[in-house]
């Protein structure tokens, strides 16, 4: 029995760091990649991660990706939804970023008002939201990104990106999933 009980933990375990974005299979140097071919010319990307959470190695991960991508990432931390609108003040005047990926889907930046927030800042902004899930599209979040079956599979809100004026290049079609606003 406690055989048992120790392999439904490790597959709880193991289902939860796989539904974090950053802990699945995608590569924060892949990641980085798809925002520079989604979004030519770009020079900084913005990254709202929870404060509380622990990145481990993914920071230096993203930092040694950004500098083989020569992109410049600028990481904010929120702890609450106050800091919510605060980072992302300071990303979009401080830093002049070009595209927002929001880390991780955690209590405080999957909050409903977190991600209306963001997502309705970030297009009046025409600044990319690349979303931790598909519920982030589907209310308006530009793209998300996932890796299956070897391959990146981008889901993209067909109407936020024609606003955007981002478009997917073709080679990348086969593997996109364009989605309607709800």
């Known amino acids: 029995m406690r055989r048992i009980g120790m392999y439904v933990y490790g597959l709880l375990l193991l289902t939860a760091f796989s539904l974090r974005p950053g802990e699945n299979d995608i ?50 931390g929120v702890a609450d ?49 690349f979303a931790p899930s598909v519920d982030w599209i589907n209310e308006g979040g530009c793209v998300n990104l996932t890796k299956e079956g070897g391959k990146v599979q981008l889901r993209v809100n067909e109407k936020t990106a024609r606003i955007l004026n981002l478009s997917i290049p073709e080679k990348y079609l086969p593997n996109t999933e364009f989605l309607a606003q709800k």
């Open 81 to 129: 939804l106050k800091d919510v609108a605060k980072q992302f003040k300071n990303l979009i005047e401080t830093h002049n970023i070009q595209a927002l990926w929001v880390f991780e889907d955690d209590q405080v930046l999957n909050s409903t008002v977190s991600r209306k927030y963001l997502i309705k800042n970030a297009n009046l902004s025409k600044i990319p939201l």
């Open 27 to 76: 590569t924060p140097k892949q990641y980085l990649f798809m925002i520079k071919e989604l979004v030519p010319g770009i020079q900084t990307v913005g990254i709202l991660r929870s404060s509380s959470s622990e990145m481990g190695n993914w920071v230096e991960k993203i930092e040694r990706a950004a500098a083989v991508m020569q992109v410049k990432v600028v990481i904010a």
